[in-house]
Structure formats: C-alpha cells, structure tokens
C-alpha cells in the first residue's frame, strides 16, 4: 500500500507542471486583446501600452510562463490588473466560501442520495422506488439557477425567512451564515443527490444479485445487516469515486448557483476574470481548482482502501 | 401581569435595537463589481457611483447637467480661455485627516496626469501645468482652450485623494483608498461587499443621514430586485425594464427613470479597415441612409427596452441643451430607403452585424434585422463575447457594430473620441477633416449658444455620413424603497448619497 502512495504522490508534481502549461496555454487562445479591455471604456492607447508592459505581453509566451511559473514556486501568484488585490488574497478570501458551500452542498447529497438509492435499491419495483426515481428525474432536469430564483422568490420575497443571497462569514454569525448558504447549497446539493441515488440505486442492484448477498442472508443474518454491511459497503466503490468528482466540480465553483445567490465564491471570481481577460487570476484559480481535484482523487484512492480490505493485501 | 409584559416589552425593544440601528445603514445593490478603487486608475461606469459616496469632485453636474461646485466655490476663465482659476473650499480635510488645500489638488491632477496607467490623462491632455496661487486657490495653465475641462473635473479627473496616502500607497493606493467624500473606506471583499462609514468631519455634514453605506454587486437583475423586495437592500441600480411595469403596483417600492447621458447605436465600418471598402454599407453612404430608414427607433425601444428608453438619432439625447434640432430623428420610410438601394444599385446588401452578448445588444440586433428586411437588406447577426468583439471593431474586423456608450456629462466625451481621425474609440474609422477642424473648433469655446452652433454644424455632415447609427438613450432605473427620500435623479445615473434619508 505505502509503494501504491508514494507512486501516486509522485504522479502530483509532473500532473500539475503539464496543468499549469495548459492553464497557460489555453488562455492564450481566448481571442481580444487582454490590455484592451482592461483599459476600460476609454481605451486610452496610453493606458493599453501601459498594460501591455505590465502584463508582460509583449514578451513571447514561453518567457511570460516562466515569469508566471517563477512567481507561482515563490508563493506569488499575482496582482489582479482589475482591482489591484493580490490573486492569493484573492483566493484565500473566496477558498473558505466555496469549501463550505461545497461540503454542505455534498453533505446534503450524501444525506439524500445515498438513503434514496439504497431504499429504491432494496424496495425495487415498490412506490418508494418509484418515487426515489421521480425525485431523481426532478434533481437532473432542473436548472439549478431557475430552482435558485424559485427558491429566493418563496423563502425570501414571500415569506421572508431566508436572505435573497449574500454571504456572511460563520465566525462573524453563524445563524446567518447558515441562513444565507442553505438554499445555494440546497440547490446544488439537489442535483447531485440525483446523480449519487441513481449511481447508488444501480450499484446497490448489481451487489444485492451477487452470490455472497444470497449467502449472507442463507446464513440467517438479518435484512438490516445484508444491506448495510454487505451490500452497501460494496457498492460504495463507484459512489466514492463519483462523489469525490462532483466535489472537485464543486470546489472549482458553482458558477451559476453563486450568481444567482451573489455567493463570492470561485465561480464568480473565474467567470467575471475570464470575461474581463484578469489573466493572473484565472490561472492561480484555475491552478488551485486543479490542484483540488487531483488532491480529491487521490483521497478517494485511499478511500477505496478503506472500504475495500481486498485491496490492502 | 403588568410586570411580565412590561419585561417582554423591554426585551422585544432590545431584541429590535439592531434594527434601529441597521436603519442607518443604506444598502445599494450595483449592477456589477467596480474595479479597482482609484480615480486616477479606475475605468468602469460601476466604479464611479461607488465613487460618488467615497471621493469629491472639484465639481459636480446637477440635475440638469449643469456643472456646480463640489470642492470647488468657484472659477474663473482667462481671456484668452488658457487658464482656469478655482477658489477652494475651505476647511475641507481627507479621511485620513489632511487638509484639501491647493497644494493638495495640484499634486492630485499631476498625479492623474503622469501616474503610469492612468485613465484621467486623456481628459486633463490640454492642462500642461498647475500654478498653486494660495492656499485656496489653483491656476490650470492650458496648452490650448478647452472647453470640456469643467465637465472632465466634475468627473472622475476632478477626484482629489489624499497626497499623503497616496504616496505611501504607490500603484496599490486602489486597495484601501483615502479620499474626501462623505463616506470613507473600510473594507472591500472582491464580488461581495463595499463597506464605507460616514466621515465625521465631512464639510457637508449635515447632508449626511446614514452611518454606513454597504454596496454589494449582484449582476443578476431578478435577483437584484428579489433582494430589494425581501428588504436586504434600500436601493438598486439598473432595474431591468420588464420589471417596471410589476414595481409600479407595489405601493413599498420607488421607482426613478433618468435619460441616460450615453447611447445605443449601431457603429459602421466606413473606413477603419479595407472591410470599408468591400461591403455595401461601408462603400455607400446612401446605404447607410437606406438602412437607417428601414428602422423604426420606437418600435426598437418598445421590443427591445419596454419602452424604458427614449428614441435619439445623436450622439446626445433630444432633451439635451446641446441636441442639434436642425436633424431631428428621421421617420421610418421603406419606400425611400427602397429608392435609395435602387439608386446606388445594390438592391439586396448583405450586412454582417456584430453583437455583444448582452441581451440588449441581441435584441435590438434581431429587431433591427427584422426590419430592414423590409427594404431589402440581409442582416446576418455574428453574436460575440464582449472582449472579443471588441477586439474585432479595433482591428476593423466588422461591417456594422452594435455598440453603446455610457457617456459624458459634457457633448465633447460622446463625440471627440469616436469622430475625429485616429481616436481610440473611432471604431467607425471615420476621418474628415472638416469635422476634426470644427470638432477642436467646439472646444476652444465657452459659450453655450456659440458651441452649440458649432454642434449643429457637425450634426449636418457627421449624421449624413453615418460612421454610427444612434439608436436610443436607455433610461437609468432604479428601484427604492419607498422610505427612502432625497433621491436625486442625476442623468450621468450615479446616486449621490449626500441628502439621503429613511423616512
């Protein structure tokens, strides 16, 4: 197992090196000139040449890489040209907000998908199946900005319990932290419920067929105990898989949802800094996105070793 | 008995304290996230009504666009309009404590002029030197009459900040910036929040009603709103106008609609690249006359705007003192502009329109596309994320444009720049240099009447030769609630919070 790790620890650094260069590479391709709009409504070609210099964009690409790469080994990721806050400020003020809509988004998945697709699973055929996967349907199909303006139109615009959107930081008020992440996180949670019930549901089939199920059960132990213990804990193998993906989707931002809930997370920071051409902010969130998503699998790597004892030996 | 409900009572009133404390907080939802906090460095429409509450101008346009003092108490022109002298404010101190003296002005409009980066030295071009006369009073030496200057510093390049902060803060001074406006910084958490607290030492103090003012950006428009009705904002910036009409019946709610100072229009390409050439509309300018025939601007901004809009043919709205009435908007006439292809021989033009994809922009395309269909044309819509588009019309790349412009108080910053030869925004490609001579003509002077002359003069050829079909005049709305009073509808669609109040 420790030979295993270390081979995929040392997968990490070549990984992120070949991230960085196609982070870097791919916005070269963005068509516009990145001085042009940063140059405002004027566009004054003082101002253009200005940037230009600034941004190091006369320079030729490989060289405007190693100056960001040599940055980056540094701890400096850059300046924002937009607002003039440093992009690792940046991070560190969006990171928190979008780790905690992500858990508490996954949270709800896992509390709603895992029990949905177990009972659909286990009570096949029944109206509990059926209505497992009506609610699946409904989590898939609905647009998580049309559920989010729903939402805010009945909890806040007509019974006004819950804030329209805005974020407020849990160690200022967590009462009204939590007011203000609940329908973000329920919608996206929402979605991903669907997704993990219907995972769930067919892994949970699959296992339940299987020849050991019918022993276990022919040796007398209990319905409680087959499913749970036996049969769930097999079929969690894909779901963690599938689990750890949608919460790398998650961390790098919900771009949508943190619209529509004017949540300042990393959604909104990479769109409004793509559409605004902030090049040093798209690459160190993208880069951090990325770093998040391999960290997640390798996590869920280890997870497998949890569940599954086969694979310690 | 007695005493328990006089104890729940006094709890209840402890309960609500918070509340009557938040009323003193007036909490703005803006359309979009400002950029960086500077005057001399910011660039967007979102930063200046932010600015509005924070820095103070040398001057400041009223209601009807007149230029009143701020800062300033007066000025006066030299004879030969080469020298601008103001008498300051006295007693005026930054946030940090400075005072607001000449010197301190002097060092601000160097500071906008020579700081690398800045987007102010454009608009202070013609001030090649400032004289400190006394303490009160500073000499703006010119290099040549120009007239828009009043108006450049009753905007963002008549923002005084504070010299001393400003040094110590160099290029970052944005980050946490020092000025003299009602309101002073106190954080800024990038696409959340801006919160500032009243400044006590505020020379016009007793026009101040609030302790802290919160802007958050929220770019979706029904959000925005849901959030005004849920009663987590006082105030909104840019209703959308399909949402006017539902706001009219909620008795809890304001609404205000001010003309904007800025258009819509349809940019053409008439000689910024050899595409000029090689299409009907740039070639011809009887084209460009058919074409703007085949449209009818109220039908545009019945579609397109819910009539939240008021049709224009110029580069300034009809009820501006500076509208050329000598070409008034033109009527629709299919049959004329049938005529007119006949006439320059090109019976079916095909037109290339580009467009943003801001809904506005997509729907004024379509319509428009709808129309001259009418007459003849065939309009295929090229829809483009706003960089790129932008790119394109800077490199020519385009045959027509669908563009608009947030405007400035003054004619002169809704026309130098994008009709004289070789300006940065002359998207059009436009160049006659009977028109440079007259639009610098238009600067060299002061009186109203005789630059208006001069506008009318421009008006007749520039809107003949067409380099940009003006569409409209959108109207800035906003949405408030209904116990806010002093709302002053300022066409350059800022809020100014001095007389704000909750009723």
Redesign the interface.
Known sequence: MLEYLVRRVATILPTLLFVSMLIFGLQQLLPGDPAVILAGEERDPNVVAYLREKLHLDEPLPMRYVHWVGGVLQGDLGESVRSQQPVLELIVQKLPVTVELALLAMTIALVIGIPAGVVSAVGRGTAWDYAANVFALWGLSTPNFWLGILLILLFSVQLGWLPASGYVSPFEDLGANLAAMIMPAFVLGNAIAAVLMRHTRSAMLQVLSADYVRTARAKGLSERVVVLKHALRNALTPIITLGALELGTLLSGAVLTEQVFTIPGFGKLIVDSVFNRDYAVVQGVVLVTATAYIVLNLLADLAYFAVNPRLRS | MKMFSCRVLSSLMLALAPFALQAQTLRVGLAE?P??L?PT?????VGRIVFAALCDKLFDVDEKLNIVPQLATGYEWSADSKALTIKLRSGVTFHDGEKLDAAAVKFNLERHKTM????R??ELRPVASVDVVDPSTVKLNLSAPFSPLLAALADRAGMMVSPKAAQAAG??F??KPVCSGPFKFVER?????MVFERYAQYWDKDKVHFDKIVY?????A??RL??L????FDFIERVAPSDIEKLKSDAKLKVARITEIGYQGITINVGKSEIAQKHALGKDARVREAFELAIDRQGIVQVAMDNEATVGNQWVAPSNPYYAKNVPVPKRDVARAKALLKEAGIEKPSVTLITPTTSDAQRIALIVQAMVRDAGFDVKIQST????S??MA?KGDFEAYVLA??GRADPDGNLY?FDACKQ??NYAGYCVPEIDELLNKSRTLRDPAERKKVYEQIAARVLKDRPIIYLYHRNWLWAYTAKLGGVRNVPDGLLRVQGLKIN
């Open positions: 996230d950029d960086v500077d460095l910011a660039r967007t429409f690398p980066g800045s987007n030295s454009g290029q970052n944005g980050v958490v990038a696409q959340d929040r958050t950006p929220v770019p979706d029904t959000v849901a959030n009705r849920s009663g987590q994320e706003f960089a790129t932008l790119n800077d412009w947030s720049s940065p925004l």
